[in-house]
């Protein structure tokens, strides 16, 4: 269906440049933090500063660092 007022490359843009980075910012860790029903600031401090071509390396980023606080729970169970 052809919505009125709308162009072909409205509805199928583009696919990304592999050359076109873009940095993180904090509504990108927002998103993420959403998707993934996590706290934005936890996300954040996992994605700061990342360049990234989509969206799925941001959420492996987050998914595969490592538990907050892990340093602090070792630490008293040595």
Partial sequence: MLLLGSSASQLFPDPPNP???????????????????MN??????VIQGMSYHYYAELKIAVLNSPPRGLAYVLRFDA
């Fill in 19 to 37: 050359t076109d980075m873009h940095n993180t910012t904090y509504e990108d860790a927002v998103l993420i933090a959403r998707i993934l029903g």
């Fill in 40 to 45: 934005s600031d936890m996300v954040w401090s």
